[in-house]
């Protein structure tokens, strides 16, 4: 298969195809390597960084300028024991160049007819007035009516208009012109946090991903996470609302990341 390298080619049961790239709040990605981690998915097959990705800068190190590792674009697949679909999941930790966004897509999706891909998945953050308090919901569309009908069952909102911007969006279009079915799971995050790393919707995503998959994924330690992020910003807004007497609760740089 061109532009695709494979350490091993593992025969899987109509496997679903789960994208993830760093995005706002990290949701999906964080999601998507939590789920690659808790799984414990094997890692099968990549895309050659250097087809898609170059060097911007240099990095320092202790006083020293060295050359950045490229983005890693990694498959991996878990194989379903107790249900009937197996799940290939595509990793990567940054986007594309925009001019190469729809090569890039169509590489990832040349998967699709080696593996019997029929339906792929793919998550999102959707930025809403919302306090950081509250629980998210979690939104959904659907590339065709079937999908839709089949994920309204599962209490979600859905997105009856509208725009998905960047890869997410770009993605699930590129996957329909290819006669492919999917969806895209959006949790709520607040718009003040976009830059902020947000387990708590990575969280409900997961959680209605393991509902609709029916399969079973230990949260626990996302949850955890989730509420020691919320702890935090509770710190930050409090010592923002007394005018900064004193020194921050905590450092910028523990809650704030560059979101590509």
């Known amino acids: 298969m061109t532009g695709i390298n494979f350490s091993k080619k593992p025969k899987l049961r109509n496997p679903f195809l789960l994208v993830a790239w760093p995005g706002m709040g990290e949701v999906a990605f964080k999601a998507a390597r939590f789920l690659v981690e808790k799984l414990a998915a094997e890692e099968f097959a990549n895309i050659n960084s250097g087809?898609?990705?170059?060097?911007?800068?240099?990095?320092?190190?202790?006083?020293?300028?060295?050359?950045?590792?490229?983005?890693?674009?990694?498959?991996?697949?878990?194989?379903n024991k107790t249900g009937k679909n197996d799940l290939i999941i595509?990793?990567?930790?940054?986007?594309?160049?925009?001019?190469?966004?729809?090569?890039?897509?169509?590489?990832?999706?040349?998967?699709?007819?080696?593996?019997?891909?029929?339906?792929?998945?793919?998550?999102?953050?959707?930025?809403?007035?919302?306090?950081?308090?509250?629980?998210?919901?979690?939104?959904?569309?659907?590339?065709?009516?079937?999908?839709?009908?089949?994920?309204?069952?599962?209490?979600?909102?859905?997105?009856?208009?509208?725009?998905?911007?960047?890869?997410?969006?770009?993605?699930?279009g590129v996957a329909k012109n290819m006669n492919l079915s999917g969806f895209c799971l959006l949790s709520e995050i607040p718009i003040y946090t976009i830059q902020i790393e947000n387990p708590k919707a990575s969280y409900v995503i997961?959680?209605?991903?393991?509902?609709?998959?029916?399969?079973?994924?230990?949260?626990?330690?996302?949850?955890?996470?989730?509420?020691?992020?919320?702890?935090?910003?509770?710190?930050?807004?409090?010592?923002?609302?007394t005018g900064g007497g004193q020194p921050p609760p905590i450092a910028e740089e523990e809650l704030s990341k560059t979101i590509p």
Request: hydrophobic share 40%; charged share 20%; glycine share 4%.
């Open 51 to 79: 087809d898609f990705f170059y060097l911007t800068g240099s990095v320092v190190k202790d006083g020293i300028i060295d050359i950045p590792d490229l983005p890693y674009n990694k498959f991996y697949f878990w194989k």
């Open 206 to 241: 997961l959680e209605t991903l393991s509902r609709i998959l029916g399969i079973t994924i230990d949260l626990n330690e996302l949850k955890d996470q989730a509420n020691s992020v919320e702890e935090q910003i509770n710190q930050l807004v409090d010592y923002l609302k």
């Open 90 to 172: 595509f990793l990567s930790n940054a986007q594309p160049d925009l001019a190469r966004s729809h090569e890039y897509c169509q590489r990832i999706l040349s998967i699709a007819s080696a593996f019997d891909i029929k339906t792929v998945i793919c998550f999102a953050a959707m930025p809403i007035p919302i306090d950081h308090t509250q629980e998210p919901s979690v939104w959904f569309t659907a590339t065709d009516q079937k999908i839709k009908e089949d994920l309204i069952k599962y209490n979600m909102k859905f997105m009856s208009e509208g725009q998905i911007s960047g890869m997410n969006g770009l993605f699930l």
